[in-house]
């Protein structure tokens, strides 16, 4: 096998230009010191926020420190990430860290002193002070959180307990990353080799049926054997978000978390209502993935093995520009043209290199260019990573472009819209392009795949945290063998008769990291719905919602997400957005049954 190549060994065309962040590292140490010296500027604006002069003074300050220590974050981070082995970088992100933890410290005092004031106040500063205009999203969104904000002492006594309050999340991350092992199972080769997370998920593509029952057998078998200890550290986890949310006076810990995002709960029950409304359709890919497959029962460990068989499809990185540059045509000339610096400029960092992170990603800082992190390897699920992590470049490159820096930060409920919009508009294109039976299937299977995992599990997940936190919240008492109960029946319920659960599957709550992050994963179903309905609209109407999109991707923080997407065509408070992109699952899914058919 083939060495990797070493960082200096990759032509200088095919990295990414950090440069346009810091032209040398003496630039980076210029400003991590200029940050340091700024926080005693910080410190003496306590107490000080007694005038809309003031308030203004503080926020410029702020955001120019801030400012900063995004740039130099972004810079040490991404450097590291080139070679993971590179000493100087690890320390240039230690230090950024160490310097981030100091700064947050030295301005801690500032949202309590907003919150410490009158919003009827604030809002004849804003008036009174143009300047003070670009900030009025900013402290709105403070100010909206009076309510369930507590009296100076309890505020402290509720902070000096956040790092106890971790507790759950961490033990649970230090025992599923590090502590807990795995027995060895057998390979596709027939070779015994110890069972890890990476291992489990290629084990479960595997061809041979037998590695994907014995890798999930042995990875269940495992987590049930700690089911108690498992049991108590997600209940805790529980607990604790039903403490917080009492605390600051809200309903119950969904509140609490949608509350972040000024996200009404029903946007979150809607989501659940709607997919249980069209639960037949997943029935139907359980029935055609059987079918595909020629298997008589369907299992668990059967889900994710390809329904047809990989094509072996290879593209260089000019076809794969070419083809997304074809895909994404309908967004129009501005997008096309600005998202052509991509290649020319020194956004992308196309290839895998000794030491260098895996995976793919877009970061960047204000002020700069987006950039994007890639492994190439030529698969066609290359080519949809490249058009996918544009999709965030592109998100970032026009906030940056449209706002000001304390405007300039989308959240994460808008953040896999742009990203899953260019996958689809993709995909439409390469469908259009594409006859031979084979192929279509492959491509429709791909993105079958990609409804099934982020739309139909994720929503499973979060109906799962909503009963689990609802009992909790009611006063239930519940144990390891209550969470796989519940856990079974979603899965019963959303896979259908033709599929064989497992009773294995009931412990997978236990391996959920995102559980202790709560109320999170219903973001990716929801960005998923609402790009796949943004597609159709740019579709179907052309200029119109190609306008009404620039503007939502160039809108960057400056709203609450929901309005956001509202304004763009999407309102994820009403059912039309996950109806409208259930209706393109089921126009693939009914392509995909017609090949099984006639042609494959």
Same mark, same amino acid.
């Given at each position: 096998?083939?060495?990797?190549?070493?960082?200096?060994?990759?032509?200088?065309?095919?990295?990414?230009?950090?440069?346009?962040?810091?032209?040398?590292?003496?630039?980076?140490?210029?400003?991590?010191?200029?940050?340091?010296?700024?926080?005693?500027?910080?410190?003496?604006?306590?107490?000080?926020?007694?005038?809309?002069?003031?308030?203004?003074?503080?926020?410029?300050?702020?955001?120019?420190?801030?400012?900063?220590?995004?740039?130099?974050?972004?810079?040490?981070?991404?450097?590291?990430?080139?070679?993971?082995?590179?000493?100087?970088?690890?320390?240039?992100?230690?230090?950024?860290?160490?310097?981030?933890?100091?700064?947050?410290?030295?301005?801690?005092?500032?949202?309590?002193?907003?919150?410490?004031?009158?919003?009827?106040?604030?809002?004849?500063?804003?008036?009174?002070?143009?300047?003070?205009?670009?900030?009025?999203?900013?402290?709105?969104?403070?100010?909206?959180?009076?309510?369930?904000?507590?009296?100076?002492?309890?505020?402290?006594?509720?902070?000096?307990?956040?790092?106890?309050?971790?507790?759950?999340?961490?033990?649970?991350?230090?025992?599923?990353? #590090? @502590?807990?092992?795995?027995?060895?199972?057998?390979?596709? /080769?027939? !070779? +015994? *080799?110890?069972?890890?997370?990476?291992?489990? $998920?290629?084990?479960?593509?595997?061809?041979?049926?037998?590695?994907?029952?014995?890798?999930?057998?042995?990875?269940?078998?495992?987590?049930?054997?700690?089911?108690?200890?498992?049991?108590?550290?997600?209940?805790?986890?529980?607990?604790?978000?039903?403490?917080?949310?009492?605390?600051?006076?809200?309903?119950?810990?969904?509140?609490?978390?949608?509350?972040?995002?000024?996200?009404?709960?029903?946007?979150?029950?809607?989501?659940?209502?709607?997919?249980?409304?069209?639960?037949?359709?997943?029935?139907?890919?359980?029935?055609?993935?059987?079918?595909?497959?020629?298997?008589?029962?369907?299992?668990?460990?059967?889900?994710?093995?390809?329904?047809? #068989? @990989?094509?072996?499809?290879?593209?260089?990185?000019?076809? /794969?520009? !070419? +083809? *997304?540059?074809?895909?994404?045509?309908?967004? $129009?000339?501005?997008?096309?043209?600005?998202?052509?610096?991509?290649?020319?400029?020194?956004?992308?960092?196309?290839?895998?290199?000794?030491?260098?992170?895996?995976?793919?990603?877009?970061?960047?800082?204000?002020?700069?260019?987006?950039?994007?992190?890639?492994?190439?390897?030529?698969?066609?699920?290359?080519?949809?990573?490249?058009?996918?992590?544009?999709?965030?470049?592109?998100?970032?490159?026009?906030?940056?472009?449209?706002?000001?820096?304390?405007?300039?930060?989308?959240?994460?409920?808008?953040?896999?819209?742009?990203?899953?919009?260019?996958?689809?508009?993709?995909?439409?294109?390469?469908?259009?392009?594409?006859?031979?039976?084979?192929?279509?299937?492959?491509?429709?299977?791909?993105?079958?795949?990609?409804?099934?995992?982020? *739309?139909?599990?994720?929503?499973?997940?979060?109906?799962?945290?909503?009963?689990?936190?609802?009992?909790?919240?009611?006063?239930?008492?519940?144990?390891?063998?209550?969470?796989?109960?519940?856990?079974?029946?979603?899965?019963?319920?959303?896979?259908?008769?033709?599929?064989?659960?497992?009773?294995?599957?009931?412990?997978?709550?236990?391996?959920?990291?995102?559980?202790?992050?709560?109320?999170?994963?219903?973001?990716?179903?929801?960005?998923?719905?609402?790009?796949?309905?943004?597609?159709?609209?740019?579709?179907?109407?052309?200029?119109?919602?190609?306008?009404?999109?620039?503007?939502?991707?160039?809108?960057?923080?400056?709203?609450?997400?929901?309005?956001?997407?509202?304004?763009?065509?999407?309102?994820?408070?009403?059912?039309?957005?996950?109806?409208?992109?259930?209706?393109?699952?089921?126009?693939?899914?009914?392509?995909?049954?017609?090949?099984?058919?006639?042609?494959?």
């Amino acid at each position: 096998m083939a060495q990797l190549q070493k960082r200096d060994e990759i032509a200088s065309e095919l990295k990414w230009r950090l440069e346009d962040i810091y032209s040398t590292n003496e630039e980076w140490e210029a400003d991590l010191k200029k940050i340091k010296e700024s926080q005693q500027s910080i410190l003496d604006l306590r107490g000080t926020i007694t005038s809309g002069e003031n308030l203004l003074k503080a926020l410029q300050l702020l955001d120019e420190v801030a400012f900063l220590m995004d740039k130099v974050i972004t810079y040490s981070f991404m450097r590291k990430d080139e070679d993971n082995a590179n000493s100087l970088y690890q320390g240039y992100a230690g230090s950024a860290m160490a310097v981030a933890a100091e700064l947050n410290a030295a301005q801690s005092f500032f949202v309590p002193e907003i919150l410490s004031l009158e919003p009827e106040m604030v809002k004849k500063w804003i008036e009174e002070i143009p300047a003070l205009k670009v900030y009025e999203h900013y402290l709105e969104n403070i100010l909206r959180k009076k309510a369930h904000t507590l009296p100076a002492e309890l505020e402290e006594l509720l902070a000096s307990a956040g790092e106890m309050a971790q507790a759950p999340r961490n033990i649970f991350n230090m025992f599923n990353d #590090a @502590d807990l092992k795995f027995p060895e199972v057998k390979n596709d /080769a027939g !070779e +015994m *080799v110890e069972l890890t997370h990476g291992r489990y $998920g290629q084990l479960l593509e595997s061809q041979n049926r037998d590695v994907r029952q014995g890798a999930f057998e042995a990875l269940y078998n495992t987590y049930t054997a700690w089911k108690n200890t498992l049991g108590e550290t997600y209940t805790a986890a529980v607990k604790k978000e039903r403490f917080f949310s009492k605390a600051r006076k809200y309903g119950s810990s969904l509140e609490a978390a949608l509350h972040e995002d000024n996200v009404d709960p029903q946007v979150y029950t809607n989501l659940i209502t709607s997919i249980h409304d069209h639960l037949p359709l997943m029935h139907r890919y359980v029935r055609l993935r059987k079918k595909l497959l020629g298997l008589e029962e369907l299992h668990m460990y059967d889900i994710y093995v390809p329904m047809v #068989a @990989d094509e072996d499809m290879k593209f260089s990185r000019d076809e /794969a520009v !070419e +083809m *997304v540059q074809a895909g994404l045509h309908p967004l $129009g000339k501005e997008y096309l043209d600005d998202m052509h610096s991509s290649f020319t400029d020194g956004w992308i960092d196309w290839l895998e290199n000794r030491g260098k992170t895996s995976g793919a990603y877009s970061w960047g800082c204000y002020g700069t260019h987006p950039y994007v992190l890639l492994n190439y390897q030529g698969t066609l699920n290359d080519v949809f990573t490249l058009a996918h992590e544009l999709g965030h470049a592109m998100h970032s490159f026009y906030s940056y472009k449209d706002q000001e820096f304390v405007n300039a930060h989308y959240k994460i409920f808008v953040a896999e819209v742009a990203s899953t919009l260019n996958e689809a508009l993709l995909m439409d294109h390469l469908l259009k392009t594409t006859t031979e039976p084979r192929k279509r299937a492959y491509l429709i299977n791909h993105f079958l795949e990609q409804f099934r995992g982020t *739309v139909f599990r994720q929503t499973m997940f979060a109906e799962f945290e909503m009963i689990v936190h609802g009992r909790v919240g009611a006063g239930e008492s519940l144990t390891s063998e209550k969470l796989s109960a519940i856990y079974y029946d979603l899965n019963k319920k959303y896979y259908g008769e033709d599929m064989v659960v497992d009773e294995a599957i009931a412990m997978e709550w236990a391996r959920i990291p995102h559980f202790y992050r709560p109320f999170y994963v219903y973001k990716y179903a929801t960005g998923f719905s609402a790009a796949i309905s943004l597609s159709q609209q740019i579709l179907d109407e052309g200029a119109p919602a190609v306008q009404r999109y620039r503007e939502f991707l160039g809108s960057g923080g400056s709203d609450y997400p929901v309005n956001q997407l509202r304004k763009a065509g999407v309102d994820m408070s009403k059912p039309e957005p996950i109806v409208q992109a259930m209706a393109v699952f089921e126009e693939f899914l009914t392509e995909l049954e017609n090949l099984a058919d006639t042609e494959l």
